[in-house]
């Protein structure tokens, strides 16, 4: 596995993607995967962690008085 470049993508603040990223070369999933398809994987679960944090995020900052709010699952990948 390239370290630098887990390394670089969170220094660019993708956390989530270099999780990912790591992840799949460890258990050796890339295999079939073209690299647009592997592109849009690491993509779709970097925006899908930030969505949940921004959603978390405004939950905490609304500041229900009751926890008015539905039981709110969020989509983890």
Not at 1 to 10: G, P, S
């Amino acid at each position: 596995m390239n370290n630098q470049t887990v390394e670089k993508l969170r220094d660019m603040r993708l956390g989530a993607m270099a999780q990912l990223h790591q992840q799949y070369v460890k258990e050796n999933r890339l295999e079939g995967m073209t690299c647009d398809e592997y592109l849009a994987l690491l993509t779709d679960h970097q925006w899908e962690d930030r969505e949940n944090k921004k959603i978390e995020r405004l939950l905490k900052q609304a500041n229900f008085r009751h926890n008015a709010y539905p039981a709110y699952e969020l989509h983890i990948s």
